[in-house]
């Protein structure tokens, strides 16, 4: 028995009619209505109960029982008392009177106010439909759309209203899924290149060795060198996109740090590169603090110094400042080197992204550096902008969030500025 009851139960439940928005804004305006109209009804029945009386007035004669100067025709006793006997009856009849229209009032304005409660409903109803319009087309776009078909947008129309504010904002939540899942599947097909161009190489330099009949000591050594330096191009590969999907992840933990310390540090370890290619180093450094993953910052001012000696000319010349503007820790590294289009300045910040580049400098680099300073600078919630130099080279602003204000992440900045 106990089962049978809850199976009745549940289908009992099945049975009402689902609680939806529509229903409960239905509902609302219905007892806001109920409460309004009762609350109206209410204090009309006083104002009229005020204005006609509760009570009749109070009829009266005179000592005489008629009126001044007039003649008695029947003795004064006999006519008072017929007088106050039609005055009660008068005021009985009165009473009465006014007890059936204060009830007739009642009665109709309840009449008016149940059938003006149905219309409320019936309107209510229509009105809720018609301003949850927009809502359901958000959620049935919103069923449909899937990893492939995030380009389909809302674009709702209608008053600047919470509802279309809310389409709008799913429309930028598309587009921002949409670029973050192009670019996502371009640096998959560009990792998984990169990551077998150095095995195949591997591959070859281990067949051509075992292969060669008259194969000596040294032309193995030598394949065993290529080999190793092959294996230690794919350890860097695999190191710098572990660091750009750490970045892409984010920073739980800030710590304060003194990015001119860093920066001191990473100029002077390559010092000696820098006489290697002829570059001149120019610096200027004041107090910079700021507030991150201190590793993180260090592997983009790496990032940032590499790529300007790397890409530089033979006595060209590399200037990197820092400094504190309006607050905020500001590191700038500026190179001469080949011209570069202002159009293209976006695209050496994608990853496997190479301008021009020689066979030498493909090798020698792994085109990732540029996107992990974006991905760092991302995640520490700086400023980062980008911009070309007319006699050539690159000029690269990083500004960081002081380290007394941290940016939190609903702060999140725009992580590229190209001019």
Do not use: C
Request: charged share 20%; proline share 6%.
């Amino acid at each position: 028995m106990p089962a049978i009851a809850r199976l009745a139960g549940r289908g009992a439940r099945r049975r009402l009619p689902r609680r939806t928005v529509r229903l409960r804004m239905t509902l609302l305006y219905g007892g806001l209505f109920v409460l309004s109209g009762a609350a109206l009804l209410g204090v009309t029945y006083v104002l009229v109960l005020r204005a006609i009386g509760g009570r009749p007035p109070e009829l009266s004669i005179n000592e005489a029982g008629t009126e001044p100067g007039a003649v008695p025709a029947q003795p004064p006793q006999s006519r008072q008392s017929a007088l106050k006997t039609l005055a009660d009856q008068a005021q009985d009849a009165m009473a009465g009177q006014i007890s059936d229209t204060m009830h007739q009032l009642l009665v109709q304005s309840g009449i008016a106010l149940a059938l003006m409660l149905v219309v409320s409903i019936v309107l209510g109803w229509i009105v809720a439909g018609r301003m949850l319009r927009p809502l359901r087309t958000i959620t049935a776009t919103a069923q449909e759309i899937s990893a492939t078909s995030l380009h389909q947008r809302l674009a709702l129309d209608g008053p600047s209203d919470e509802l279309k504010e809310l389409g709008d904002t799913f429309d930028g939540l598309l587009s921002r899924l949409e670029t973050s899942f192009e670019a996502h599947r371009q640096f998959v097909a560009n990792a998984s290149h990169e990551l077998r161009t150095p095995l195949a190489r591997q591959r070859a330099l281990g067949q051509v060795a075992l292969s060669d009949p008259e194969a000596t000591v040294e032309s193995l050594r030598q394949a065993h060198e290529r080999v190793l330096a092959a294996g230690a191009q794919q350890e860097r590969l695999i190191e710098a996109l572990l660091t750009l999907a750490r970045s892409h992840a984010g920073i739980e933990v800030r710590r304060p740090f003194d990015l001119t310390g860093i920066v001191q540090e990473v100029v002077e370890a390559r010092a000696d590169e820098a006489d290697l290619r002829t570059v001149k180093v120019h610096t200027s450094f004041a107090a910079a603090s700021t507030a991150g993953h201190r590793p993180l910052a260090e592997r983009l001012v790496v990032n940032l110094v590499d790529n300007a000696l790397r890409h530089n000319t033979p006595h060209g010349e590399v200037r990197v400042t820092t400094g504190t503007v309006d607050g905020r820790a500001v590191l700038t590294v500026t190179n001469t080197g080949p011209p570069v289009p202002p159009e293209a300045v976006g695209r050496l910040f994608q990853p496997f992204q190479r301008l021009g580049a020689t066979r030498a400098a493909r090798t020698e680099g792994l085109g990732l550096g540029l996107s992990i300073v974006q991905a760092i600078a991302h995640a520490h919630d700086a400023d980062l902008t980008a911009s070309t130099r007319p006699g050539g080279g690159l000029s690269v602003t990083v500004a960081f969030p002081t380290a007394s204000d941290p940016a939190p992440p609903a702060r999140r900045r725009a992580p590229l500025s190209v001019h």
